[in-house]
């Protein structure tokens, strides 16, 4: 988000990214109980990755902040790059901290029990990327 879009459309306006947001923690337990995750148990936050130290962290915040929602042990783990790798944790819960169905949450079902969908059409997922748009476009006006 902050290197690859910028490079590939260097006069597009990139907005903020769409997490961490306590507002994701709604799509997160819903896409958890969708799955059948009782509510009950340690949760892996899985996320793609990345080689941006930044995103890493802003997995870690977005786990903190669904650990106090849930009221569970929730940790962050990656697939591609960061650490800890999703493969070595092991976890029986994965909630999915993807957009969209593909690779990385094909590779998600194969390393733990339940795996929630990604947040995908949620609600509240279209509530904060419009937010994002809204502030975005307010900058690029000024």
Do not use: K
Request: with cysteine; hydrophobic share 50%; charged share 20%.
């Amino acid at each position: 988000m902050r290197v690859d879009l910028p490079a590939q459309a260097p006069r597009a306006v990139v907005t903020a990214a769409v997490g961490p947001d306590p507002r994701l923690c709604v799509a997160l337990a819903d896409r958890l109980a969708e799955a059948g995750y009782d509510g009950t148990g340690a949760v892996v936050l899985a996320a793609a990755g990345s080689t941006d130290e930044h995103s890493l962290d802003g997995v870690r915040r977005q786990a903190a902040l669904l650990a106090d929602h849930l009221g569970v042990e929730v940790t962050a783990a990656f697939l591609s790059a960061g650490e800890p790798r999703l493969a070595d944790v092991q976890p029986a819960v994965v909630a999915s901290y993807l957009l969209a169905p593909g690779a990385f949450h094909d590779a998600m079902a194969t390393a733990a029990t339940l795996v929630s969908a990604p947040l995908g059409d949620h609600p509240v997922l279209a509530d904060v990327v419009l937010e994002r748009y809204d502030e975005a476009a307010a900058g690029a006006a000024r």
